[in-house]
């Protein structure tokens, strides 16, 4: 039997404050915590059956210090595809370089505003970060442009040498411009 799909919590903290986080909304008792490292190293089993693993849910992926001990360990345990979402201001092109070389093979860069300028209340996701998501893009087409064969990699990278998945909430001529550029 396979699973389709595993959803791993890897951390609840996050860099930012998206209004539209269910960690802002009103009552919200989502406390910031990493998971256990020995906990994670647990369902390594169960990933055998698994075709995709997903290392995020409401917080920030790269936060965890054993982020990319995790996509290696899980690599090593599973053939599926590994991903996880995140808003990219801490990839750096190290941690692109570990990320690539452990075995993620989607990366979903979210990003709610392409204004380069922040929004009036700050609040907006991405909002005055545009240029470091591009750079972040930027490291993951470094990294993918040296795998071997990267031509034909299976690989789905989604941060500009294959896509950038774009959460607009601008919906404007301009937002379709520079989401346009990106991509």
Do not use: W
């Not at 360990?73 to 995140?86: D, L, W």
């Not at 690539?100 to 991405?126: K, P, W």
């Not at 087409?141 to 998945?165: S, Y």
Request: charged share 20%; with cysteine.
């Amino acid at each position: 039997d396979t699973v389709e799909k595993v959803v791993v919590e890897t951390s609840t903290r996050c860099n930012m404050r998206c209004a539209m986080c269910v960690k802002q909304s009103t009552g919200a008792a989502i406390g910031d915590a990493d998971m256990d490292m020995a906990v994670f190293r647990k369902i390594l089993p169960a990933l055998q059956a698994c075709r995709m693993l997903v290392l995020n849910g409401i917080g920030e992926p790269l936060l965890h210090p054993g982020i990319v001990e995790m996509v290696e360990r899980a690599r090593g345990a599973m053939q599926g595809t590994i991903g996880f979402q995140s808003n990219g201001l801490l990839l750096s092109d190290a941690i692109a370089r570990e990320l690539v070389a452990a075995g993620l093979d989607t990366i979903c860069l979210s990003v709610d505003s392409v204004a380069r300028e922040r929004s009036v209340s700050g609040q907006v996701h991405g909002a005055g970060q545009l240029g470091r998501v591009e750079k972040a893009m930027q490291a993951m087409n470094r990294e993918l442009a040296v795998l071997p064969g990267a031509d034909a990699t299976p690989n789905q990278i989604m941060a500009g040498l294959v896509r950038a998945v774009l959460k607009a909430h601008d919906y404007s001529p301009e937002f379709h411009k520079e989401a346009s550029a990106l991509v």
